[in-house]
């Protein structure tokens, strides 16, 4: 009895403890996994739609005036229809397609993240690289924006360009909305989905 005891304490005891803690760690782990994949599911989700209605905010944006418009300074002005249009300014045509495509790669990346159960390292880091792509995508279609904004917005009297959005305000305010939620999209990409990813890959390492 006491050679069974002592074979038993040396050999199952702790195989029993280490089941017992490996069995945690791995519950743990795939705890882990489902509610990163989950949280990167819901980040997509809301990129798309960000996305989405920037494009489609500034895509339907579009707002008629009528300007007086001085000819002769001897004569009275002239009043005179005059329309804003998005497509009017190449910055804001870039606006629109670049969150057009970057509605349409969300959604891509939604549906190859939902079917990727196994965790492929090569499609994830094909994912990712995307993810900074549409970063830099986002970031620099919504400064050009801003930029041509600002002028409308306050003008330039270096370059005697005067400000619109005294005439144009809801175009204006239609344009603003649709930077920011673009920006939203855009940290969307980079502080979650980027950092996510970095994170998941640092764990599979370990």
């Not at 791995?26 to 990167?40: C, G, I, L, P, Y």
Request: proline share 2%; aromatic share 10%.
């Amino acid at each position: 009895m006491e050679m069974e005891a002592a074979y038993m304490s040396s050999n199952g005891g702790g195989g029993i403890e280490g089941g017992v803690n490996g069995g945690d760690k791995q519950v743990v782990v795939v705890a882990n996994k489902r509610t990163m994949r989950f949280s990167d599911l819901v980040l997509r989700f809301l990129a798309l739609a960000l996305t989405l209605a920037a494009a489609v905010l500034l895509g339907v944006n579009k707002e008629t005036k009528v300007v007086p418009i001085e000819l002769v300074p001897t004569l009275p002005p002239l009043n005179i229809g005059v329309t804003a249009k998005w497509h009017y300014l190449s910055a804001f045509v870039y606006f629109v397609v670049a969150n057009a495509i970057a509605c349409a790669y969300a959604a891509i990346s939604l549906v190859l993240t939902m079917t990727n159960r196994a965790g492929k390292k090569g499609l994830g880091m094909i994912i990712t690289i995307f993810d900074l792509v549409m970063v830099a995508l986002l970031f620099s279609s919504a400064g050009a924006s801003f930029a041509v904004g600002l002028i409308g917005f306050r003008g330039n009297s270096h370059l005697q360009w005067k400000k619109v959005c005294n005439v144009f305000d809801k175009f204006c305010d239609q344009t603003a909305a649709a930077i920011g939620i673009s920006l939203v999209g855009s940290i969307l990409f980079f502080f979650l989905m980027v950092l996510l990813a970095t994170l998941n890959l640092h764990k599979k390492r370990q």
